[in-house]
């Protein structure tokens, strides 16, 4: 309803306005004017949530459109996922990094040996040639070619090999990134330990 609807844009827009404000009380280091817009800011963000549900209330259609709610792990196995598909879905912390693997008839979670810290080092190195734009002379080429083999295998050691004994029998791999992990091509991970390393 339109009158919903400019009161959620009002809500909106005080939030982005109280955010505003509180950014220039940190760079001003005025703690207690800070505090009381953190106040501010909480009361407005449970108004904005209340008026979230006013609306899915008189308005499903609309709500599911532009607030789509979370998929549960029970629709998820029975209503999305198909036979020999599986989801598997990262979660990096700075200390751990897990992998929740949903298929259809089965939920586990895989902690994996390797620090969320790692992790973002990882990244930062497979990326490193790619930020210089060293790929783009032609000398280059066949040591980024290595480069990514041999990150490509430790990626796949790290990230992946862990999690094979969940995925027998399935065809089909749903992969959810968590953080960092988002900037690297899961395609481009190395399996097999014969691959040349040498150009």
Do not use: C
Request: glycine share 4%; hydrophobic share 35%; aromatic share 10%.
């Amino acid at each position: 309803k339109t009158e919903l609807k400019e009161k959620r844009d009002e809500k909106v827009a005080e939030l982005s306005m109280i955010s505003k404000e509180m950014n220039k009380a940190t760079y001003k280091k005025d703690e207690n004017r800070l505090k009381k817009l953190k106040d501010q800011y909480q009361r407005s963000q449970r108004e904005f949530e209340d008026l979230l549900v006013k609306i899915r209330l008189e308005n499903p259609l609309y709500a599911s459109v532009q607030y789509p709610g979370p998929v549960t792990l029970n629709r998820l196995q029975q209503s999305i996922l198909k036979k020999g598909e599986i989801l598997l879905q990262y979660f990096v912390s700075s200390e751990k990094v897990y992998v929740f693997l949903v298929s259809k008839r089965d939920f586990q979670v895989v902690t994996l040996s390797v620090t969320g810290q790692e992790i973002n080092k990882m990244v930062d190195d497979y990326l490193e040639p790619f930020k210089k734009k060293l790929y783009q002379r032609n000398r280059n080429r066949s040591i980024i070619k290595r480069w990514m083999i041999n990150h490509g295998k430790i990626f796949y050691e790290f990230l992946f090999k862990p999690l094979e004994p969940g995925l027998l029998g399935i065809k089909d791999i749903i992969i959810i990134p968590d953080g960092r992990l988002a900037l690297i091509p899961f395609e481009t991970f190395v399996i097999d330990d014969t691959y040349p390393h040498k150009s």
